[in-house]
């Protein structure tokens, strides 16, 4: 069976239609467990809870007991590397127009097997309408929920749990659609629900909400009158007319009543005095076109003006608005956006959300699964199983405005961490983890998306090697290949279709891509090896820093800090050596660095600060594998160590390229332990602590952190955050404001961001960073 359909005005042409296998639609319906289904005029959103099976990679330490020397297990690996299957919990949320509901509930109902519910929560206008087919076709029970409750519902958990869930629509900029990044309290706000008619809602809490008015001129009265005056019964069609409309023809404007503005008043010219005024006194006939235009505007500013003072009434400055009338159709998102920065002298935005159209699904579903509490977990969403943000802009990309109107799938992971805040940021809401926004850097996007195509043949290769005993490996890595192809070619025409597009984002959706094909960690092999290496050097490199005067000391250990950093696999100026020449080491690394002065240089000020007392506790936010982590970070926080700070060590949670993951780091620091009794000492003594960070990701989000580390930073009373890497601090946080002292440090190795940077390849970027103190020390 074949789904196809055309763009979503309803018409099923087949020249516009694109046929999408089910199976890719439908995904994992097998072990679909629970449904909600949210039915409106037009489109029908299914939501449903599976279990998704895939691979993990594990390390498990050998048996390696404390006491033996290095030397006798020369030959052994230090940790075994196991592939084991884990069952994680999934959401998926599919659009499609109710044409087509007949055809999906069959295709459900063929492929349901371990479904545990005998009911189906349902929600909207059209649920009654279905009803008695949902329950034939799938012998379930529909039970009806509130159709407000599931909107709000939805609406807190995507404001939760997608970071770039809300935008701005600016029509006339680069990038029309501007990002918010999601207040870490997402509460209070006002919610404009625009259907057939305004529901106006404010929203306290997660449990919390009332409708606080309305309006019964909404986007039915625009339909209907639309319908009237023009002749065109459907919606999308009349927003098309509207597009191509010159309101002036028909609108009097203040203008033609004075001969232009009316200064004491304030009022501009082309201000509208009246709504359809020119068609009272004018004989000529009024296109369709300037018609429906005159409309959108009337009933636009009617809507917006309410809002503003439903707004300034309850003194809230965050304006989400959703329903059919808004459903990302640009033409409403900017006469709204108009309206509100008119009426509040741009004191209030209007904001629109990606997933809008999912709200009513997500909140049913909520409400079906209360007894497994969604709420008390994060979720993430998945970018290998999502279609993104659509244009619906008919003269962008035709071919993806058909898709849009057809089938539109949100998959989200449930994490297994609950993520919060770093404690010290200075200012949580303001805070923007990436350092460029490829949304709106036209150059850098184009350098970016062409570097990541550049890498995916790399990418591929090292994915086969790292399963060479699966011969099916060469087929999945081909399928990686096709599906993060098609995801670039995607944000290529819409760079916003995940939200901002940033390096970040390209890195997370190729590591989605690859673990939706069973690839866990790639370079898993490569981090054991260098791991391995790297340990027989500790002692000599320790041995060789305690001999230094103190001031060569620390210049060493920094020195060191930044070689360790240059040994990354996600940097192919890197890689390509590393390839060519395994034995690249740890000295000619230091070789490569910039001279002093670097191309940001404050060692001077973080030598004179290590002249004063120590810190209480530094928070590191460590690398990659191999030589960074043990001869580059262990030397440095050893030294703090021996100075009387204690040391937490932040490691991802997960796989990403050849970063340390926190049970690899758990192997590695025993070893280390074992042949250095500073660190041993500090283990036991629990001032060095090894804490996961929450992410599977090689750039850093402060704002999404495992609680777990959060509650530590806290209670040891961190006074000293330093942040490695390309990827942790300088595509993120190389902003960032922190409320205690921080160490930014990386080495460039990309020569295009270098040279961006003003700076060669290999340049170093060491910041130290002081919060003023009026800005206070939390």
């Known amino acids: 069976m074949a789904l196809c359909g055309g763009a979503d005005t309803g018409s ?3 020249d516009k239609s694109i046929t999408l296998p089910p199976d890719e639609i439908f ?39 404390a006491k033996v020397s290095l030397q006798e297990t020369d030959g052994d690996p230090l940790y075994e590397i196991s592939v084991q299957e884990e069952i994680t919990a999934r959401l998926h ?32 206008g059209g649920a009654h309408k279905f009803k008695d087919l949902i329950e034939k076709k799938l012998k379930l029970k529909v039970d009806k929920e509130d159709e407000m409750t599931c909107l709000i519902k939805g609406c807190n958990f995507v404001l939760k749990n997608i970071p770039h869930e809300a935008f701005v629509y600016a029509k006339h900029a680069d990038s029309e ?61 009349l927003l098309q007319l509207a597009s191509k409309g010159q309101h002036t023809n028909v609108d009097m404007l203040v203008k033609d009543i004075y001969g232009g503005a009316y200064g004491s008043l304030g009022l501009t010219g082309d201000l509208i ?40 009434l309850h003194n809230l400055t965050r304006v989400y608005f959703g329903g059919f009338f808004i459903r990302g159709h640009p033409v409403t998102m900017h006469t709204i956006t108009y309206s509100i920065n008119f009426f509040t002298k741009g004191e209030v935005q209007a904001l629109f959300l990606r997933h809008e159209g999912y709200l009513g699904a997500i909140g049913a579903f909520l409400k079906g699964a209360e007894e497994d509490n969604p709420n008390q977990y994060s979720w993430g969403e998945n970018y290998a199983g999502s279609s993104g943000l659509m244009s619906v802009s008919p003269e962008l990309n035709p071919i993806q405005r058909a898709r849009s109107g057809t089938f539109d799938m949100l998959e989200m992971d449930r994490l297994e961490r609950q993520l919060v805040n770093l404690p010290l940021l200075q200012d949580a809401t303001s805070y923007i983890p990436d350092t460029v926004d490829l949304t709106e850097d036209a150059l850098a996007r184009e350098y970016w998306l062409y570097c990541f195509e550049e890498a995916l043949d790399g990418v591929v290769k090292r994915a086969i090697a790292s399963q060479k005993d699966q011969p099916e490996a060469v087929e999945r890595a081909e399928k990686f290949r096709q599906k993060y192809r098609h995801k670039l070619q995607t944000l290529r025409h819409q760079p916003f279709a995940y939200g901002s597009l940033t390096v970040r984002s390209l890195l997370d959706t190729r590591e989605h ?63 390509d050596v590393l390839e060519s020449d395994p034995e690249f080491g ?25 002249k004063g007392p120590p810190h209480k506790c530094a928070l590191f936010f460590v690398d990659n ?97 330093i942040i490695e890497g390309m990827g942790r601090a300088i595509h993120t946080n190389y902003y960032a404001m922190l409320s205690c002292e921080s160490l930014k440090l990386a080495v460039i190795k990309n020569s295009w961001l270098a040279d961006r940077l003003g700076g060669k390849i290999f340049s170093v970027v060491f910041k130290y960073e002081v919060p003023s103190k009026a800005q206070g020390q939390h």
């Open 12 to 14: 099923h042409s087949m």
């Open 513 to 575: 891509c690859l673990n939706e094909f069973n690839f866990p960690d790639p370079y898993s092999k490569i981090k054991q090896k260098e791991n391995d290496m790297a340990l027989k050097y500790y002692l000599k490199v320790v041995k060789s820093v305690e001999e230094l005067s103190w001031e060569q000391r620390q210049f060493n250990l920094v020195k060191g800090l930044l070689a360790g950093n240059v040994f990354d696999w996600g940097a192919k100026a890197v890689s």
């Open 93 to 124: 949320f599919i659009k499609f127009e109710n044409a087509y509901i007949e055809t999906c509930l069959d295709f459900i109902k063929d492929h349901l097997v371990n479904t545990e519910t005998k009911v189906i929560k349902a929600t909207g």
């Open 625 to 721: 594998s191999g030589i960074d982590i043990i001869l580059g970070v262990f030397p440095f926080i050893r030294e703090l160590l021996i100075r009387g700070t204690e040391v937490v060590l932040a490691s991802n949670s997960a796989p990403a390229l050849n970063d340390v993951t926190n049970s690899e780091l758990q192997i590695l620091t025993e070893r280390i332990a074992a042949m250095d009794p500073v660190i041993h000492a500090a283990l036991k003594e629990d001032r060095l602590a090894l804490v996961q960070n929450g992410s599977s990701s090689p750039c850093l989000d402060l704002s999404r952190l495992d609680k777990v580390l959060a509650t530590v930073v806290r209670e040891r009373g961190t006074d000293l955050v």
């Open 27 to 65: 995904r994992n319906l097998e072990n679909a467990k629970r449904f909600a289904i949210d039915i409106g005029g037009s489109l029908t959103k299914l939501a449903y809870y599976s279990t998704v099976q895939h691979k993990v990679a594990k390390v498990r330490s050998f048996d390696h007991s």
């Open 273 to 312: 005095a009246s709504s359809f005024g020119k068609s009272a006194t004018t004989d000529k006939e009024f296109s369709k076109e300037d018609m429906a235009k005159s409309l959108l505007h009337m009933i636009s500013n009617d809507i917006g003006q309410l809002a503003c003072l439903y707004a300034k």
């Open 586 to 610: 740890f000295e000619q690394a230091k070789q490569q660095l910039q001279e002093r002065p670097w191309l940001v240089d404050a060692y001077n000020q973080w030598i004179e600060r290590l």
């Open 177 to 237: 659609f501007r990002f918010q990044h999601t207040h870490p309290d997402i509460f209070p706000y006002l919610l404009i629900n625009i259907g057939s008619g305004v529901s106006i809602v404010k929203v306290e809490a997660e449990d919390k909400f009332e409708r606080i008015g309305g309006s019964s001129i909404g986007g039915g009265t625009f339909w209907g009158l639309g319908a009237l005056l023009t002749k065109t019964k459907r919606f999308d069609e």
